[in-house]
């Protein structure tokens, strides 16, 4: 069985305190709880501090380009959906630049969990404001507050067909690893949308602010009522932020539903197709 | 024997289809074909046109003159008048319009036919191949026999209703014009067994047959055929045919699987191309093998989205931001199609980087016949060679180990295992990485790994690089030079100069770059011959990496750059 220690690769580089090394600490202790090895996993990185975890867990990994982790993920599980795949990204870098690709993951129901560090902020570009910064704040590109109004993470996928949504809060970690652990196993895309301080570039939503304003769904939550799932995730637009997982539903995922793929062997495993006398006699 | 036989008529109303029966009838009747498509880019309402070279040989380019005009509507006629000679036939139908011009007239009552019969207003192309076939000299039972095979699933009461619109044109003409009857679609007593292929068609071909296992593609003409024709084999071949939410997801989910070990390509055109760029970068420094299949058409922008140019040769050669090797090929036609195409697959497994395939509307939308043996030994000899890509599972370490994915070699080629195999880790890396992957900013190991990936362009052209194919006389003065979808016009160029008595040679490029400095400069030498280059964009682009890659200046251009391929008179007028 695989340790915290094998999943261990370069110290991390993050700021002390961020939130960072919580969702790091997570990720590491629910594939170990899953056990899962190093190499039974891939992950894909997309750009900025979230996708720094690179150096830090060791995995068969893909460090992406800015936005793009989450059809490098698909392309991953298409080819091999026996592997377990994982996205790790930023939330500039999900729903900023990868927004579109993030819409239609929720709407193809790609057997992926897609983990967004969520801090309002680019970090790693020192602190400009990312898509889910709320509306007013003010960063170097919008000294004078920004205009737009924040993403609704948790509404947007649900509304788009996502079959898992949930939210965790990176100073909560034995939650969270337990909200990972549950969306690596659900049978289809799952989002984890991570609330992270950023505590060099974001004074405002810190951990206090977080403390304030989160609360755990209990145990009672009905996590199959869409419309209640809708509800609670449009309390974020409150500042109001529920923990757990707001929507769950057991739905075939992308790769099942593709015939080529229904005798279950993966994409990498089939035998080369050679009966092509099949294609060439329609050309004649 | 060479002719032309052209239809024309409102879009919308299925003259691809038509004209492409029409293709399949003159292959099976015995003879080769060329065919050309002329259509807009809307749905409904403009002016589609279809027009098939047939020949008993080799048919390389269109010709000048057309021999037969199927007038579907009057705009037809009017638009393609000025290629008819006093020996054309022209079939039309005398109650949609008429004319006083000095050509053959082939009056057919289409629209009374197709009322008579009850059909439906595309039923009128099958009257019109019928009455074709009729004044051609080819027997109707090849017809009979495509539609029988296109409606087959519908039941035989469909086929038989289908047939009876055929039947009624070629009796048609055959009672009113048989002393115009030619005998130009005799059946031919040998024939070979051939294809009628599009250049889309032979990528695709070519795909399956090099294994290929994921396509990704958004839809952007010339290129959506490709995904057409993948995604309706793919219950058959097993490959995942992918539309994606856009060229971005496209060429990175590709790259995903092909990270994860299959082979994987795309397909777009130049807008879509400009979207994947980035990722193009990524696969380089990555050194994620990635097929990239470019369709031309006119740009910038949208462009003019279904007429053809060779306007992309530098945005292929040079896409994707930083220093970092990749290879682009661009096959002269439909059988080089098929052949690049397989070789495509190998080279960027091999050289674990990009591989640009280029086409353009002309090669890609066009058919042309290939001969059924030569597809089959072509498949028969190819093997897959994946080099440093390790399929199996390697033995493994005592403990948990790094694996060096980018490892420095003097080939500038690492090995690579596939993600899972069991033992082992790493990582791909878009950021400047050390041997095991790990992201770097050290001044030696950035240095040590730009040159092993750039070391990956010596070891192609040691081993891979092909030198252009050399056609004609070598002792004569006047040398074509040209890539890609020209070489059948400056083939048949040369046959005409040739016939007059001017003999001419020929350097057709289609391993396009890297190039082989000594060997181009050596086949190119300064000397007193006359070159010209060949190309069908504003630039002369393909001169321009001559010149930088070989020091090569070529005075005199043959260009063509109005969306039309160039043609066999518009290189005769130059010399």
């Given at each position: 069985?695989?340790?915290?220690?094998?999943?261990?690769?370069?110290?991390?580089?993050?700021?002390?305190?961020?939130?960072?090394?919580?969702?790091?600490?997570?990720?590491?202790?629910?594939?170990?709880?899953?056990?899962?090895?190093?190499?039974?996993?891939?992950?894909?990185?997309?750009?900025?501090?979230?996708?720094?975890?690179?150096?830090?867990?060791?995995?068969?990994?893909?460090?992406?380009?800015?936005?793009?982790?989450?059809?490098?993920?698909?392309?991953?599980?298409?080819?091999?959906?026996?592997?377990?795949?994982?996205?790790?990204?930023?939330?500039?870098?999900?729903?900023?630049?990868?927004?579109?690709?993030?819409?239609?993951?929720?709407?193809?129901?790609?057997?992926?969990?897609?983990?967004?560090?969520?801090?309002?902020?680019?970090?790693?570009?020192?602190?400009?404001?990312?898509?889910?910064?709320?509306?007013?704040?003010?960063?170097?590109?919008?000294?004078?507050?920004?205009?737009?109004?924040?993403?609704?993470?948790?509404?947007?996928?649900?509304?788009?067909?996502?079959?898992?949504?949930?939210?965790?809060?990176?100073?909560?970690?034995?939650?969270?690893?337990?909200?990972?652990?549950?969306?690596?196993?659900?049978?289809?895309?799952?989002?984890?949308?991570?609330?992270?301080?950023?505590?060099?570039?974001?004074?405002?939503?810190?951990?206090?602010?977080?403390?304030?304003?989160?609360?755990?769904?209990?145990?009672?939550?009905?996590?199959?009522?869409?419309?209640?799932?809708?509800?609670?995730?449009?309390?974020?637009?409150?500042?109001?932020?529920?923990?757990?997982?707001?929507?769950?539903?057991?739905?075939?995922?992308?790769?099942?539903?593709?015939?080529?793929?229904?005798?279950?062997?993966?994409?990498?495993?089939?035998?080369?197709?050679?009966?092509?006398?099949?294609?060439?006699?329609?050309?004649? | 024997?060479?002719?032309?036989?052209?239809?024309?008529?409102?879009?919308?109303?299925?003259?691809?289809?038509?004209?492409?029966?029409?293709?399949?009838?003159?292959?099976?009747?015995?003879?080769?074909?060329?065919?050309?498509?002329?259509?807009?880019?809307?749905?409904?309402?403009?002016?589609?046109?279809?027009?098939?070279?047939?020949?008993?040989?080799?048919?390389?380019?269109?010709?000048?003159?057309?021999?037969?005009?199927?007038?579907?509507?009057?705009?037809?006629?009017?638009?393609?008048?000025?290629?008819?000679?006093?020996?054309?036939?022209?079939?039309?139908?005398?109650?949609?319009?008429?004319?006083?011009?000095?050509?053959?007239?082939?009056?057919?009552?289409?629209?009374?036919?197709?009322?008579?019969?009850?059909?439906?207003?595309?039923?009128?192309?099958?009257?019109?191949?019928?009455?074709?076939?009729?004044?051609?000299?080819?027997?109707?039972?090849?017809?009979?026999?495509?539609?029988?095979?296109?409606?087959?699933?519908?039941?035989?009461?469909?086929?038989?209703?289908?047939?009876?619109?055929?039947?009624?044109?070629?009796?048609?003409?055959?009672?009113?014009?048989?002393?115009?009857?030619?005998n130009f679609l005799i059946e031919k007593e040998e024939k070979k067994e051939k294809l009628v292929v599009s250049g889309n068609e032979a990528f695709s071909l070519g795909a399956v047959f090099a294994d290929c296992r994921l396509y990704a593609a958004y839809p952007m003409t010339p290129s959506s055929s490709?995904?057409?024709?993948?995604?309706?084999?793919?219950?058959?071949?097993?490959?995942?045919?992918?539309?994606?939410?856009?060229?971005?997801?496209?060429?990175?989910?590709?790259?995903?699987?092909?990270?994860?070990?299959?082979?994987?390509?795309?397909?777009?055109?130049?807008?879509?191309?400009?979207?994947?760029?980035?990722?193009?970068?990524?696969?380089?420094?990555?050194?994620?093998?990635?097929?990239?299949?470019?369709?031309?058409?006119?740009?910038?922008?949208?462009?003019?989205?279904?007429?053809?140019?060779?306007?992309?040769?530098?945005?292929?050669?040079?896409?994707?931001?930083?220093?970092?090797?990749?290879?682009?090929?661009?096959?002269?036609?439909?059988?080089?199609?098929?052949?690049?195409?397989?070789?495509?697959?190998?080279?960027?497994?091999?050289?674990?980087?990009?591989?640009?395939?280029?086409?353009?509307?002309?090669?890609?939308?066009?058919?042309?016949?290939?001969?059924?043996?030569?597809?089959?030994?072509?498949?028969?000899?190819?093997?897959?060679?994946?080099?440093?890509?390790?399929?199996?599972?390697?033995?493994?370490?005592?403990?948990?180990?790094?694996?060096?994915?980018?490892?420095?070699?003097?080939?500038?080629?690492?090995?690579?295992?596939?993600?899972?195999?069991?033992?082992?880790?790493?990582?791909?890396?878009?950021?400047?990485?050390?041997?095991?992957?790990?992201?770097?900013?050290?001044?030696?190991?950035?240095?040590?790994?730009?040159?092993?990936?750039?070391?990956?362009?010596?070891?192609?052209?040691?081993?891979?690089?092909?030198?252009?194919?050399?056609?004609?006389?070598?002792?004569?003065?006047?040398?074509?030079?040209?890539?890609?979808?020209?070489?059948?016009?400056?083939?048949?160029?040369?046959?005409?100069?040739?016939?007059?008595?001017?003999?001419?040679?020929?350097?057709?490029?289609?391993?396009?770059?890297?190039?082989?400095?000594?060997?181009?400069?050596?086949?190119?030498?300064?000397?007193?011959?006359?070159?010209?280059?060949?190309?069908?964009?504003?630039?002369?682009?393909?001169?321009?990496?001559?010149?930088?890659?070989?020091?090569?200046?070529?005075?005199?251009?043959?260009?063509?750059?109005?969306?039309?391929?160039?043609?066999?008179?518009?290189?005769l007028e130059k010399i």
């Open positions: 069985m695989a340790s915290i220690q094998d999943f261990s690769g370069y110290q991390p580089t993050w700021c002390p305190g961020c939130g960072d090394w919580g969702i790091g600490m997570a990720i590491k202790k629910a594939l170990v709880e899953l056990n899962y090895s190093p190499d039974q996993v891939a992950v894909v990185f997309g750009i900025g501090c979230s996708g720094n975890m690179n150096d830090f867990l060791n995995a068969y990994a893909l460090h992406s380009l800015h936005g793009r982790a989450i059809p490098n993920a698909i392309g991953i599980k298409l080819a091999n959906h026996k592997l377990p795949v994982i996205a790790v990204v930023g939330d500039g870098d999900c729903y900023g630049e990868g927004g579109n690709h993030f819409i239609h993951a929720c709407r193809g129901n790609h057997d992926i969990t897609v983990i967004v560090h969520d801090n309002g902020v680019y970090g790693l570009t020192t602190g400009q404001v990312a898509p889910t910064a709320n509306k007013g704040f003010k960063s170097k590109s919008t000294p004078a507050g920004i205009v737009e109004v924040p993403i609704n993470p948790l509404s947007l996928a649900l509304v788009n067909g996502a079959s898992f949504v949930a939210q965790g809060f990176a100073g909560d970690l034995n939650h969270l690893i337990s909200l990972i652990k549950t969306g690596i196993c659900h049978q289809g895309f799952s989002l984890i949308n991570v609330l992270q301080p950023c505590v060099t570039f974001n004074k405002i939503n810190t951990y206090q602010y977080y403390l304030q304003r989160v609360y755990k769904l209990d145990e009672s939550y009905k996590k199959d009522d869409f419309k209640l799932a809708l509800e609670k995730a449009l309390q974020i637009n409150e500042e109001k932020f529920p923990l757990g997982v707001i929507y769950e539903k057991k739905s075939l995922s992308y790769h099942q539903q593709l015939p080529q793929l229904k005798d279950n062997q993966s994409l990498i495993d089939k035998e080369r197709f050679i009966e092509y006398d099949k294609l060439i006699s329609g050309f004649i | 024997m060479t002719f032309t036989w052209k239809i024309g008529g409102e879009a919308g109303f299925g003259i691809m289809t038509t004209g492409l029966l029409f293709s399949k009838i003159a292959s099976r009747l015995g003879y080769y074909i060329l065919d050309y498509v002329e259509y807009p880019s809307l749905i409904r309402g403009g002016h589609n046109a279809y027009e098939v070279c047939v020949s008993d040989r080799e048919v390389t380019a269109l010709k000048k003159e057309i021999d037969v005009l199927v007038c579907l509507n009057e705009e037809t006629f009017h638009k393609h008048k000025n290629r008819l000679t006093s020996q054309s036939l022209v079939l039309y139908d005398k109650e949609e319009f008429d004319f006083t011009d000095n050509f053959n007239k082939v009056n057919v009552p289409l629209k009374k036919i197709l009322t008579d019969l009850k059909g439906q207003a595309v039923m009128k192309n099958t009257i019109a191949l019928g009455a074709s076939l009729s004044i051609l000299g080819g027997k109707i039972e090849v017809l009979l026999d495509l539609i029988a095979e296109q409606f087959k699933k519908k039941g035989d009461e469909i086929v038989r209703f289908n047939q009876q619109f055929a039947i009624a044109g070629y009796e048609e003409v055959k009672k009113n014009y048989s002393a115009s009857i030619k490709v995904l057409h024709t993948l995604a309706s084999w793919q219950e058959k071949t097993g490959m995942i045919v992918r539309h994606s939410e856009d060229e971005i997801a496209v060429i990175n989910t590709a790259l995903g699987a092909s990270f994860a070990g299959v082979r994987a390509a795309v397909g777009t055109s130049g807008g879509g191309f400009s979207l994947m760029v980035e990722s193009l970068s990524f696969a380089g420094v990555a050194e994620i093998p990635v097929v990239v299949f470019l369709a031309q058409r006119p740009g910038p922008a949208t462009g003019m989205p279904t007429w053809t140019e060779q306007g992309d040769l530098l945005f292929a050669i040079f896409s994707g931001h930083g220093e970092f090797p990749k290879i682009v090929l661009a096959p002269g036609d439909q059988k080089e199609m098929i052949d690049l195409t397989l070789k495509a697959f190998n080279l960027a497994d091999i050289y674990q980087t990009p591989v640009i395939v280029v086409s353009d509307m002309y090669l890609s939308e066009g058919h042309k016949s290939v001969e059924r043996d030569w597809v089959d030994k072509i498949v028969r000899e190819y093997q897959i060679r994946r080099g440093k890509i390790n399929l199996s599972q390697k033995e493994n370490p005592q403990k948990l180990e790094i694996f060096l994915r980018y490892k420095i070699t003097e080939d500038g080629i690492s090995e690579k295992i596939l993600p899972g195999t069991a033992g082992y880790f790493y990582q791909e890396n878009s950021y400047e990485h050390l041997e095991d992957g790990h992201t770097t900013e050290e001044a030696k190991p950035r240095k040590d790994q730009v040159e092993k990936r750039l070391r990956k362009w010596q070891t192609y052209l040691k081993n891979d690089f092909q030198s252009p194919k050399f056609y004609g006389n070598e002792n004569a003065g006047v040398i074509f030079i040209s890539w890609g979808s020209t070489k059948g016009i400056v083939l048949e160029a040369q046959k005409r100069l040739k016939e007059k008595g001017i003999e001419t040679g020929f350097y057709h490029f289609n391993h396009i770059y890297p190039l082989d400095k000594e060997i181009v400069s050596q086949f190119l030498k300064k000397n007193n011959k006359r070159y010209l280059l060949v190309e069908n964009n504003a630039l002369g682009q393909f001169g321009k990496i001559l010149a930088m890659e070989a020091g090569l200046d070529f005075g005199e251009k043959i260009l063509r750059y109005d969306g039309r391929p160039i043609t066999v008179e518009q290189i």
